[in-house]
Antibody
Framework: EVQLVESGGGLVQPGGSLRLSCAAS????????MTWVRQAPGKGLEWLSF??????????FYADSVRGRFTISRDNAKNSLYLQMTSLRDEDTAVYYC?????????????WGQGTLVSVSS | QAVVTQEPSLTVSPGGTVTLTCGSN?????????PYWFQQKPGQAPRTLIY???NKHSWTPARFSASLLGGKAALTLSGAQPEDEAEYFC?????????FGGGTKLTVL
C-alpha cells in the first residue's frame, strides 16, 4: 500500500524555522517527482515546490512566495522528502501536503499525504 | 505573476449538468498549460480528477469530462450526484511556475 506521511508541523514564532518531512512507502520513491502544496485555513491550494526524481534531471522549482525562504530536498535512501522552512511569516500558516508523481508519469499529484499543520504565531 | 481564475461558487441540480472554467490572466489556456482538475471534500486531501487537459484516472467518474473551451480549461459534470458536492481546483503550468486556481465550491441542490 502506498503511503505518504507528513510530519514536523507545529507552532512556531514569526521568523522561526521548521523542517517538514514526508515519509514515503509502498512505491519506488527515488524515481518519482515530488511536490509540496499548502492550504491555509479555509482557503485554496497553493503550489510551493517541486523536485524531480531519478527519472528526471534534478529539476527544482519554487513558488515566488517561498523562493529564498524554503528549500526542498529528498533523501532517496530514506524514502523521504523534506521542506526546510525559514523566516516564517504569519501567512505561512497552513496545512502542508506532499504529493508524488504517478507510476507511469503524467500526474504530479497521484498520491497525497494527509497533511501536517504549521501554525506561525507569536 | 500568473493568476488563475475560477468561479467562486456554482450550484447544480441533481442529475443536471454544470461546467466549471479555469482561466489565466496571461491569455488563453492551452494544452501547453497541462491543466489539472482536483476535487477536495471537507477534511480530505485533494485528489486529481483530470490531468494534462483531459486525462482521467481509474477513480474519475465517467460523468466528469474536461476540455479547452473559449480560451479556458473546462470541467463538465454531466448527471451530478450528491457526492459531487465539493470544492474543485484547477492547476496550470507555466514555464517555471505552477499555479492553482482559487477553487469553485460546487453545491448539488
Amino acid at each position: 500500500e502506498v503511503q505518504l506521511v507528513e510530519s514536523g508541523g507545529g507552532l512556531v514564532q514569526p521568523g522561526g524555522s521548521l523542517r517538514l518531512s514526508c515519509a514515503a512507502s509502498g512505491f519506488a520513491f527515488s524515481g518519482f517527482s515530488m511536490t509540496w502544496v499548502r492550504q491555509a485555513p479555509g482557503k485554496g491550494l497553493e503550489w510551493l515546490s517541486f523536485i524531480s526524481g531519478t527519472r528526471g534531471d534534478g529539476t527544482i522549482f519554487y513558488a515566488d512566495s517561498v523562493r529564498g525562504r524554503f528549500t526542498i530536498s529528498r533523501d532517496n535512501a530514506k524514502n523521504s522528502l523534506y521542506l526546510q522552512m525559514t523566516s516564517l511569516r504569519d501567512e505561512d500558516t497552513a496545512v502542508y501536503y506532499c504529493a508524488s508523481e504517478s507510476p507511469r508519469g503524467g500526474d504530479w499529484f497521484y498520491y497525497w499525504g494527509q497533511g501536517t499543520l504549521v501554525s506561525v504565531s507569536s | 505573476q500568473a493568476v488563475v481564475t475560477q468561479e467562486p461558487s456554482l450550484t447544480v441540480s441533481p442529475g443536471g449538468t454544470v461546467t466549471l472554467t479555469c482561466g489565466s490572466n496571461t491569455g488563453a489556456v492551452t494544452s501547453g498549460h497541462y491543466p489539472y482538475w482536483f476535487q477536495q471534500k471537507p477534511g480530505q486531501a485533494p485528489r486529481t480528477l483530470i490531468y494534462d487537459t483531459n486525462n482521467k484516472h481509474s477513480w474519475t467518474p465517467a460523468r466528469f469530462s474536461a476540455s479547452l473551451l473559449g480560451g479556458k480549461a473546462a470541467l463538465t459534470l454531466s448527471g451530478a450526484q450528491p457526492e459531487d458536492e465539493a470544492e474543485y481546483f484547477c492547476f496550470l503550468s507555466y514555464s517555471d511556475t505552477f499555479v492553482f486556481g482559487g477553487g469553485t465550491k460546487l453545491t448539488v441542490l
